[in-house]
T-cell receptor
Framework: RKEVEQDPGPFNVPEGATVAFNCTYS??????FFWYRQDCRKEPKLLMS???SGNEDGRFTAQLNRASQYISLLIRDSKLSDSATYLC????????????FGPGTRLSVLP | GAVVSQHPSWVICKSGTSVKIECRSL??????MFWYRQFPKQSLMLMAT?????????EQGVEKDKFLINHASLTLSTLTVTSAHPEDSSFYIC????????????FGEGSRLTVL
């Protein structure tokens, strides 16, 4: 089993749709969690950190369920510019060397 | 936020030659940097951890004699792909942890290597 697994995708949705991505991780000792966005042939960029209490940033909502070792990302009112690959990232602990990247879920928002 | 710059952004070389990729932290000091490789439609895979003033730590399966890492200063790490072969063609990305210890990683722009 992979350390971090994500919905295989791709997700093709119309503009304005709500889309949810799921992610599971295997190491129960994982300490911090993130969603990164990666555009084609570009470097990943932090979208948002994921906190135990859940957090929201505009149209984006992230949830963490430590008991189920599950992370989610909800995007409301999808825009064309949201088209990208979304990476679930888990830090197993330490100063950055234990980041594990999920395979990513590709989203295409269609006009 | 902190900025990490990577150069070159793309390079094409002949099989058997060596290629050097630079990763610089522009507005902060990075004692540690990370090098990743990403093949098409796959996720980032950590290759090695670059430590300023000491030897790099390589992940299992990564040949340290082929992928030479030098972290000679607090703002520069270099990755040299020696005797490159077509199977080394990939997207190489460096990153540095947020010095404010938020847990975030700052990534360079990536370097796309094509070995002919």
């Amino acid at each position: 089993r992979k350390e971090v697994e994500q919905d295989p995708g791709p997700f093709n949705v119309p503009e304005g749709a709500t889309v949810a991505f799921n992610c599971t991780y295997s190491n129960s000792a994982s300490q911090s969690f993130f969603w990164y966005r990666q555009d084609c042939r570009k470097e990943p960029k932090l979208l948002m950190s994921v906190y135990s209490s859940g957090n929201e940033d505009g149209r984006f909502t992230a949830q963490l369920n430590r008991a189920s070792q599950y992370i989610s990302l909800l995007i409301r009112d999808s825009k064309l510019s949201d088209s990208a690959t979304y990476l679930c990232v888990v830090n197993k602990g330490g100063y950055g060397q234990n980041f594990v990247f999920g395979p990513g879920t590709r989203l295409s928002v269609l006009p | 936020g902190a900025v990490v710059s990577q150069h070159p952004s793309w390079v094409i070389c002949k099989s058997g030659t060596s290629v050097k990729i630079e990763c610089r932290s522009l507005d902060f000091q990075a004692t540690t940097m990370f090098w990743y490789r990403q093949f098409p439609k796959q996720s980032l895979m950590l290759m090695a951890t670059s430590n300023e003033g000491s030897k790099a730590t390589y992940e299992q399966g990564v040949e340290k004699d082929k992928f030479l890492i030098n972290h000679a200063s607090l703002t520069l790490s270099t990755l040299t792909v020696t005797s490159a072969h077509p199977e080394d063609s990939s997207f190489y990305i460096c990153s540095a942890p947020d010095p404010a210890r938020t847990g975030e990683l700052f990534f360079g722009e990536g370097s796309r290597l094509t070995v002919l």
